[in-house]
């Protein structure tokens, strides 16, 4: 059995009659470079959260530190893990982290994330690609390194401007896939339909 892709399954069938106007979902979103990939983003307008999934035999070695990156990337950030894991993410979470209970029946929320109304600076910057950043910079476009490029952006715009920026940018790039799976998928979701919301490794 393929855990990770049955609950990837399992859990967009439990999320797609949450989701709100606007609202789409990703597949291993990737962030910071690509050295971070969210299993699962619900991303919106006003709205991106990302859900990183644990199956039974996960090590969760590495877990705090992927969910600080993803704090700050994310709106929202919650862990989706099977039930005997539970107990010790819940020890290992800060109580800002939201907690998914991947039970074998039905999948309940244990706790809901914590809410930000937007991205810091740093955070944003990460999703945005050069080109973004320099239609941003305009007339101060300066160099066309990425990382010059990134601190430009950060000594001359505003929170607000990138965080919203970053947001349009991320739904901009997800939105195709997500029309194209919602007008091809059945009545019933399978595999194949979830595949078509993965979205490619290159991001610049």
Do not use: C
């Not at 996960?58 to 862990?79: C, I």
């Amino acid at each position: 059995m393929n855990y990770a892709a049955d609950e990837t399954l399992r859990l967009i069938r439990w999320l797609l009659p949450q989701l709100q106007q606007d609202e789409i979902i990703a597949l291993e979103l990737p962030y910071k470079d690509v050295s971070r990939k969210a299993d699962i983003a619900i991303v919106g307008p006003n709205r991106l959260v990302a859900i990183e999934v644990k199956g039974p035999r996960d090590n969760l070695a590495k877990l705090s530190r992927q969910v600080e990156d993803y704090v700050e990337g994310f709106l929202e950030v919650y862990v989706a893990a099977a039930p005997n894991l539970m107990p010790t993410i819940k020890d290992i979470m800060p109580e800002r982290i939201g907690l998914i209970d991947l039970g074998e029946t039905t999948i309940s929320r244990r706790r809901l994330s914590a809410k930000r109304q937007r991205l810091s600076k740093t955070g944003a910057i990460q999703w945005l690609r050069a080109d973004e950043l320099r239609q941003m910079l305009g007339a101060r476009r300066g160099p066309s390194n990425i990382q010059m490029l990134r601190q430009s952006a950060v000594n001359l715009l505003t929170t607000a401007q990138l965080s919203h920026s970053a947001i349009t940018s991320i739904y901009n790039r997800a939105n195709q896939k997500f029309a194209i799976f919602n007008s091809e998928r059945g009545e019933r979701l399978t595999l194949d339909d979830v595949e078509t919301l993965r979205l490619p490794k290159k991001i610049r």
